[in-house]
């Protein structure tokens, strides 16, 4: 049996090892993982904001899909530099794109449910889009590029992520650590802004599904969204690491302010029906496999 081919980018980062981990897991699919600055363990060195490199991997390749993870994820950068999403979440998406349209691969792109304002949640897929933030903006730039290349790509609104992680500032979830086991000093922790911080296995599992289904049914095209449904705040977050762990929660404070350069919404909680409706289901609970994942980091 002919095995269908995935290209990831940004596979050495957070999700997309666990993109990575889930399609070479199975039988079904042939898996090259495009890295730059962290390009190690078998994965290919390309700079995505080098049109030639990327269009000379897609067509050595000729994958099936293509999952486009890499991004500038850190909202307070961008919003002091601007031309650091640029590269990576506009150009890079475009040439991607392109590159893709010329194999007839199918594109999904990873995007963010902070294209929403989190004023009426939750948000269906047809719902319209207003971000609050550059980093959440570049993102829709992004969403509307992939679609308009070829209508027939995917985008795939995530929520905050956590996982298995090669050190604590990898994910806005696991980086609250640090405060919270150091219990010498206040750790104010935002009580205000809820969240659903989803696994990232998890994740990988439902883009592995989508895109197999995508092979089989040609109408598998346009926006889908996909989140836990554990809704917590950074301050939840953190008693719960706490506890997990038997320390002391007299540090933790509940902040209902904040000092951020960006703006985000309150919830942006994501309707995940659509997903749903194929049959396509994986949520893992916090509590399940938070300890595993912060042990090394204590």
């Known amino acids: 049996m002919t095995k269908h081919r995935a290209l990831v980018t940004g596979a050495s980062g957070l999700l997309g090892r666990a993109i990575m981990k889930d399609f070479c897991a199975s039988p079904d699919w042939d898996v090259l993982g495009l890295a730059f600055s962290r390009a190690r363990d078998g994965l290919k060195k390309v700079d995505l904001s080098d049109k030639n490199a990327v269009t000379d991997v897609v067509n050595d390749f000729k994958p099936d899909v293509i999952i486009h993870s890499a991004a500038e994820r850190r909202v307070d950068v961008i919003e002091k530099t601007p031309e650091a999403a640029k590269k990576v979440n506009l150009d890079a998406t475009q040439f991607i794109c392109e590159a893709a349209a010329g194999v007839k691969a199918w594109v999904l792109f990873i995007s963010t449910d902070y ?55 990898e994910s806005a979830v696991t980086v609250l650590f640090a405060k919270v086991k150091d219990t010498s000093c206040k750790a104010p922790m935002d009580a205000k802004l809820l969240r659903f911080p989803t696994l990232v296995d998890d994740l990988g599992f439902v883009i592995r599904k989508l895109s197999e289904r995508r092979l089989e049914d040609p109408a598998i095209t346009g926006i889908f969204h996909w989140a836990s449904d554990e809704v917590m705040t950074k301050y939840d977050m953190a008693m719960n690491m706490a506890k997990a762990f038997g320390m002391s929660t007299d540090h933790i404070v509940p902040e209902t302010s904040s000092a951020s350069a960006a703006n985000r919404p309150e919830n942006s909680q994501l309707d995940c029906s659509r997903i749903e409706e194929l049959g396509i289901c994986k949520r893992t609970k916090f509590s399940d496999c938070i300890v595993n994942i912060l042990k090394p980091f204590l």
């Open 115 to 169: 294209v929403f304002d989190g004023k009426n949640p939750p948000y269906k897929v047809t719902d319209e889009p207003n971000p609050l933030n550059l980093y959440a903006k570049s993102k829709l730039e992004g969403e509307k590029i992939t679609l308009r290349v070829n209508p027939d790509n995917g985008v795939l609104r995530v929520p905050i992520l956590y996982g298995e992680i090669e050190e604590l500032s």
